[in-house]
């Protein structure tokens, strides 16, 4: 990892994790430090069993990070399912000039790594979960970048994954979606909080179903359908209806601009695993049976 500004390489080993505990939580160095597999903006480690250290990596700012100590402790009461919660902040150092956090350990396999069996019951779920998270958020609450905003401006991103990727017969039934999620009236309703980033590695799994909500740092207030897609990227086929049913309160509209979305997460997803393929930094090469998977979701609609 080379360190912005600096071009000083700086490994994460264990040894530095409890270093730096050493230096700022010496109460907290005498646990167990494991590491984390995945992550590319910021690397966990497990810090004895109910701990992690969320440390910055490849996000040039601590914006992520700074974002979750500030909000997640506002919100984790009020949802009904594990989410990380800051217990302590690190800072930076002469020994390792980034941010880190120290936070609760959600316990369950990512999704990336494993399946869903539970269907419906992952779907109740997790509408469960997204209803109570898309509450109306303060006008302090963070605003959207460039996940946030209507399909229609997102339509270069859209055309570029789906240029790079060519689904094997199905370019012009995936343009279909993404255009009538485009046309689609804009969100009207309050800003609400919005997770911004459920994809398969995001969320864990136990005993069959969603067990928890990770990694918050694209935690935004405005347009729900952001999540929404999450209907078609992270359950399995044929309980998306079920999904919308129990969340009960999507209008045409939103389920219009969440399915595009989900396609061009789809298309993210599967361009990661062909990434991945070709041993690029940050591919993934099991993302890509994931996305196809779910961009077939996508074209079944509900």
């Not at 974002?67 to 399912?81: D, F, M, N, S």
């Not at 999507?250 to 599967?270: N, P």
């Amino acid at each position: 990892m080379t360190d912005t500004g600096t071009d000083t390489e700086i490994e994460i080993t264990p040894g530095l994790v409890r270093e730096l505990l050493r230096e700022q939580h010496p109460d907290l160095a005498g646990l167990a430090v494991r590491d984390v597999p995945g992550g590319w903006g910021n690397q966990m480690w497990r810090l004895g069993d109910e701990l992690a250290v969320r440390m910055q990596r490849m996000d040039p700012t601590p914006e992520h990070q700074l974002k979750e100590r500030r909000w997640l402790p506002v919100l984790a009461p009020r949802l009904p399912l594990p989410v990380p919660t800051p217990v302590r902040s690190g800072e930076p150092s002469a020994r390792f000039p980034r941010h880190w956090t120290v936070m609760t350990w959600v316990p369950g396999e990512p999704l990336d790594l494993c399946a869903i069996s539970r269907g419906a019951h992952a779907a109740d779920t997790l509408a469960g979960f997204l209803r109570a998270l898309h509450e109306e958020a303060p006008a302090t609450a963070p605003g959207s970048t460039d996940r946030g905003r209507h399909p229609k401006d997102c339509t270069e991103g859209f055309e570029t994954f789906l240029r790079a990727v060519a689904p094997d017969g199905v370019t012009a039934e995936v343009r279909d979606v993404w255009d009538d999620a485009a046309a689609a009236p804009a969100w009207d309703g309050p800003r609400v909080w919005v997770h911004g980033d459920l994809h398969p590695a995001n969320v864990v799994v136990a005993d069959g179903t969603l067990s928890g909500v990770v990694d918050f740092g694209d935690l935004f207030a405005g347009d729900p359908a952001w999540d929404l897609a999450a209907a078609w990227v992270l359950l399995p086929e044929g309980t998306a209806t079920r999904f919308f049913d129990t969340y009960a309160h999507a209008d045409e509209a939103t389920i219009r601009r969440a399915r595009g979305l989900a396609a061009m997460k789809s298309l993210f997803l599967m361009l990661m695993g062909q990434n991945g393929d070709r041993g690029l930094p940050g591919g993934k090469p099991h993302w890509g049976p994931a996305g196809r998977a779910a961009l077939d979701r996508v074209l079944k609609g509900l």
